[in-house]
Nanobody
């Protein structure tokens, strides 16, 4: 599975961005899919994830109520809608897919290249 992330950029605090992650090679419907982020000098951690069935989602406390993960099986694409962005959301965002349902990077087998999100105050 190859993952291609897009949609990062610079936005002011309070603004919105939508990230996209398009897969090729296999259907994303066969995998759990997550969005991770990594700020400079910090570890990569999961922001949100969706079960392969699409029936359940997970959100880190820091983004609950502001971020939404969704999947379009027809386009083989997972989205991350980010609203009410804060400067602390600034990071490189990675999409990932895996056969498990964990919340750590080691639970995911395939990774996109990362998209920079910068939120100015």
């Amino acid at each position: 599975v190859q993952l291609q992330a897009s949609g990062g950029g610079l936005v002011q605090a309070g603004g919105s961005l939508r990230l996209s992650c398009t897969a090729s090679g296999r259907s994303l419907g066969s995998y759990a899919t997550g969005w991770f982020r990594q700020a400079p000098g910090k570890e990569r951690y999961v922001v949100t994830a969706i079960h392969w069935s699409g029936d359940s989602t997970y959100y880190a406390d820091s983004v609950k109520g502001r971020f939404t993960i969704s999947r379009d099986n027809a386009k083989n694409t997972v989205y991350l809608q980010m609203n009410s962005l804060k400067p602390e959301d600034t990071a490189v965002y990675y999409c990932a897919a895996g056969v498990g349902s964990g919340r750590t990077p080691s639970d995911y087998d395939y990774w996109g290249q990362g998209a920079q999100v910068t939120v100015s105050s």
